[in-house]
């Protein structure tokens, strides 16, 4: 019996050993070559872009919450509804103005039915308000009561069950144009709330721009920026803001286009505009998607100041979505647009001597806010292009030669308008091209490689817009899977190692409406309470925050890893906070045991190790589950300037190792 006990054991142990054999794998061997760092990464290398798509501004992060203000959508109410059974009766009227003001033309004029002395309406919002408890929200109306008239106001929030959750009377109004304020507090948090104003009393009154915000802004501004998401976009440390898009800047037709002095008025006096969103998307149409540049083009640059970023403003060059009407400027027509771009500079960085330096002061920015970069066109193509950016170029270059100018390659990422638009910029001076990618996940794990090839002393590329597109999903937030962004992020260690070639790289677009999105994925979510960031979010702030200054060539059996055995490799090195950063993407479904051997760095301290994963690769946040995909911590040891450590299968894995500054 003894003996046969014994073997057993044996048995055992050789199963054991066998089967550890069969299963273990050996390390991936890198070598960090912390003794020859490479090119610089620029401080502007990650970046955000901005525009107006998905409800971004108006019902996102512009925290106005009445939608049609000031009456001036296409149909004067929408959004407004008359409520004449259980809450009086009257009329709303669309009325002008005198011509003289061309850029708030009308306003309304609300009757209250004699015989029955009362009379309500409600905005709706964007779909709803977003009300919290115990918050101060800030009402305002301009209005003008009419001859013989006495009329009483109260402002209500209700919930979507009907509940008053806030109420609070407007006493008088006089015969003259007046802005009359309130503010009050809810008794509850409301998803979905909408806003009803009662007249009491006889007669009609004239009503324009009303108005509510939270007192709780950024930075608490008065009438400003949802804090919740920009503090999302904060976080990410943006090197640069790129804004105001994308296809808006170009307008469905040439009418319809971004004029950024259209948006530097009092906000009453800037002009409303259809957003070229609302109906570009057919299963996806917003009629009710404007434009009230209420985030105009003085907001974008304080923002940009407030979060650290470049500000890099994309302007118009003539010409319209070549996707839609196509239109063009003839170029003995394009002074004024090349004028705008040149105004621009100067309201960003011109003394508070010159007409636009003067009204940057005026709006309360006496300070320059230091504009360097400046982009011509955003996704055109073809010879219109490249005739109208060299007139921009020479321009802009004549006056400003400090300012560095994006140009365009177009759409897309490879193909007839792209090689086109790189070789006819080629024999001009752009500081950077500006290329897009919206593509399925293998274009992105097989483009590691992308600018590896690229010319070192060539033009600087500016990826300006990417993300990885897969397949549709149910939920609104189901197209942020987890692979999509372990694609971007193995895509981007790419960028990383190429940091000479690629000078700044921004996902598109930033955020979305869960309750109003037109185009997905995107990288930041929200409804009107609350903000999430998708995986891809988490891989993109892992980029950003860990940026560093210089590259450090990664190496595994002598080459950089771009997709070996599904495993990608960058870093970075910052050698005045004396902070190294490995960056590895594990795409496999196998755990990968690594060994990195960090060469002659000075004293090593111990270092963590930031993880990202999950183990579907369909897996997202959504706002009921916002942090299934987030990053986690953990120390890693370091023994013998050696690292002996593993990777998740499905990871995003980065390494941040602390030593001694020389
Ligand atoms: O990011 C959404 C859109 O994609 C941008 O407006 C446009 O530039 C691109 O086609």
């Not at 990618?437 to 690229?454: G, H, I, Q, S, V």
Request: with cysteine.
């Amino acid at each position: 019996m003894k003996r046969i006990g014994s073997i057993l054991i044996v048995l055992i142990l050789i199963l054991i050993i066998n089967g550890w054999k069969i299963t273990a794998q050996e390390p991936v061997e890198l070598t960090v070559l912390t003794s020859k760092p490479g090119a610089e990464i620029q401080p502007v290398m990650w970046g955000v872009f901005f525009e107006d798509i998905n409800f971004a501004a108006d019902g996102g992060v512009y925290a106005e919450l009445i939608k049609n203000r000031s009456f001036e959508f296409t149909l004067p109410m929408t959004g407004w509804r008359l409520l004449t059974r259980q809450n009086g009766a009257g009329r709303m009227i669309p009325t002008f103005y005198s011509p003289s003001r061309p850029s708030n033309p009308h306003f309304m004029r609300a009757y209250i039915d004699p015989a029955v002395g009362t009379f309500a309406f409600t905005n709706e919002g964007f779909r709803g308000m977003g009300i919290k408890k115990d918050e101060q929200y800030n009402f305002s109306v301009s209005a003008r009561l009419s001859e013989d008239s006495d009329i009483r106001m109260t402002v209500e929030l209700m919930t979507s069950e009907g509940k008053s959750i806030c109420k609070a009377d407007l006493p008088g109004f006089s015969g003259t144009w007046k802005k009359y304020q309130l503010s009050f507090k809810a008794s509850e948090t409301a998803l979905k709330a909408q806003m009803r104003i009662v007249l009491t009393g006889k007669g009609s009154i004239d009503l324009d721009m009303i108005s509510m915000f939270p007192a709780d802004t950024w930075k608490g501004r008065p009438n400003g920026l949802r804090r919740d998401i920009v503090e999302m976009i904060a976080a990410l440390k943006p090197g640069f803001i790129r804004f105001p898009g994308g296809c808006i800047v170009e307008g469905r037709e040439i009418a319809n286009r971004y004029q950024w002095k259209n948006t530097v008025a009092p906000p009453e006096d800037r002009k409303v505009i259809m957003n070229r969103w609302n109906v570009e998307i057919e299963n996806r149409q917003a009629p009710d998607y404007f434009q009230s540049f209420g985030l105009g083009f003085y907001e974008y640059f304080q923002l940009a100041e407030d979060i650290g970023a470049e500000p890099l403003p994309i302007l118009n060059c003539g010409m319209s979505c070549q996707f839609n009407a196509a239109e063009v400027i003839p170029i003995n027509e394009l002074d004024q647009y090349v004028q705008d771009a040149l105004d621009l500079i100067e309201f960003a960085n011109g003394e508070i001597t010159t007409k636009w330096g003067k009204l940057r002061t005026d709006m309360g920015h006496p300070e320059k806010f230091n504009l360097r970069y400046i982009g011509v066109g955003n996704e055109q193509w073809e010879e219109q292009y490249i005739e109208r950016y060299r007139i921009f170029e020479k321009a802009i270059k004549a006056q400003h030669p400090e300012i560095k100018i994006v140009s365009g390659s177009g759409p897309y990422s490879s193909g007839r308008y792209f090689d086109y638009a790189w070789s006819e910029l080629r024999k001009l001076n752009p500081d950077l091209i500006d290329e897009h990618y919206y593509m399925p996940p293998e274009w992105f794990l097989n483009n590691a490689t992308r600018y590896d090839k690229y010319d070192r002393q060539g033009i600087k590329v500016f990826a300006g817009e990417y993300a990885v597109h897969g397949k549709e999903g149910v939920e609104p937030e189901s197209r942020n899977s987890w692979w999509s962004a372990l694609c971007e992020a193995a895509f981007m260690t790419g960028l990383e190692r190429n940091a000479d070639v690629v000078n700044m790289a921004s996902y598109a677009p930033l955020l979305a409406h869960v309750d109003a999105w037109q185009w997905r994925p995107d990288l930041i979510w929200f409804d009107n309470l609350t903000t999430i960031g998708t995986p891809n979010y988490y891989v993109q702030k892992a980029f950003s925050n860990y940026k560093g200054t210089r590259i450090i060539p990664v190496l595994s059996a002598g080459k950089p890893l771009t997709g070996q055995d599904g495993l990608y490799a960058s870093s970075t090195i910052d050698m005045k906070s004396g902070k190294l950063y490995i960056k590895i993407v594990n795409t496999s479904d196998k755990k990968r045991p690594v060994t990195l051997s960090l060469g002659a760095l000075p004293y090593v301290k111990d270092g963590v190790k930031e993880t990202l994963t999950s183990e579907n690769p369909g897996d997202f946040n959504s706002i009921s589950n916002p942090k299934l995909i987030y990053p986690v911590l953990m120390p890693v040891k370091i023994a013998g300037k050696k690292i002996n450590s593993e990777t998740e299968p499905l990871s995003v894995n980065v390494f941040l190792i602390d030593f001694k500054i020389r």
